[in-house]
Each structure stands twice: as structure tokens, then as C-alpha cells.
């Protein structure tokens, strides 16, 4: 195919056969800022790394941006809902318990992990931004199974069954 005549629909329906944890990426502030992302995956071990791809046209990237530093939330297949309100302009959304991490970013309670993060890197890539975080801080705050999102639908992560070796 030509670049220019990609067909949008189909593309995004052929990758949204690839499954992607979900995460809230927050900053501090009055109120704080905190946008959900398909897109947070592991940089570099050393040094530390994580990234994700905010659109351009997000409204919430650029006060996250102007702190400095983030916090990447990972959440859980229980927090659908926490998801939902932060996808939406949802006034209520800051009422889930939370507390600070180190850089002053909200962490939720609820959340699997966090990983608190000063911004290492910001690089065009097309219509998103490629962030990349150097990590300063991280902790499991409980086991449980992560939030996954596929082919438009939320879930769970269920292992596969062990072959039956003859």
C-alpha cells in the first residue's frame, strides 16, 4: 500500500487485534492532571526507562508535560470503571482514594504498580507524542490481574493452560 492511501478503519482494527495493558499517567497539581494510555511500555533497563504516545490533541498531556515528572499507574482489571471516569470529563473522577508519590503525583490506591518518573524525552511521531520517562521511583502496591484492552473491549489476563506432554 502507498503511504497517503492507508485505509484508517482497517488499520485500526488490525492492531486492535494486539492487546494493551492500560495505565493513568498523572501529574501534580490544582487539580491534578491524569490522562489514560494504551501505550505505556518498558524503554530501557539501564537507564531506567519507560515511554507512551499521548495524541497530539490531548488537553491533558501538555499540563503533564509543563510539571516535569509523572506518574504511570497500572491499572487493574477491577478498575474499569476508575478507567472509564478518566476518559471522560467526569467532575469525580479525583474522588478515588490516591495518595502522593515522591514527585507529588497522584498514585491510586487501587492501582497494581506505579512508576514515578521525571520527563526524560519528548519526540514527534506523526499525529502522537513519543514520551519517554526516566525512572525514579516504582513499587507493586498488590497482586492482582492488569486492566487489558482488545479489539475495543476490556478485560483479563487468563493464562494459558500447560500442554499435556505425552
Known amino acids: 500500500m502507498i503511504p497517503g492511501t492507508l485505509d484508517a478503519t482497517l488499520f485500526r482494527s488490525v492492531l486492535g487485534h494486539y492487546p494493551t495493558g492500560v495505565a493513568l499517567v498523572t501529574s501534580a497539581g490544582e487539580p491534578p492532571a491524569g490522562m489514560i494510555v494504551g501505550t505505556f ?9 519507560v515511554g507512551f504516545l499521548p495524541s497530539k490533541a490531548s488537553t491533558s498531556w ?18 474499569r470503571e476508575v478507567c472509564l471516569a478518566f ?24 492501582a497494581i504498580a506505579w512508576i514515578d518518573c521525571d520527563l526524560a524525552d519528548e519526540t514527534e511521531a506523526g499525529d502522537h507524542w513519543f514520551v519517554t520517562g526516566h525512572v525514579r521511583r516504582f513499587q507493586v502496591q498488590h497482586e492482582g490481574e492488569p486492566l487489558l484492552f482488545l479489539r475495543g473491549e476490556f478485560g483479563a489476563f487468563a493464562p494459558c493452560p500447560a500442554p499435556v506432554l505425552d
Open 41 to 49: 511500555t518498558s524503554v530501557s533497563l539501564d537507564p531506567p526507562l
Open 62 to 79: 501538555p499540563r503533564i508535560r509543563a510539571g516535569g515528572s509523572f506518574c504511570v499507574n497500572v491499572l487493574g482489571a477491577d478498575q
Open 87 to 110: 476518559t471522560s470529563r467526569d467532575t469525580t473522577r479525583w474522588e478515588v482514594p490516591h495518595h502522593p508519590a515522591p514527585s507529588g503525583a497522584p498514585v491510586l490506591s487501587g
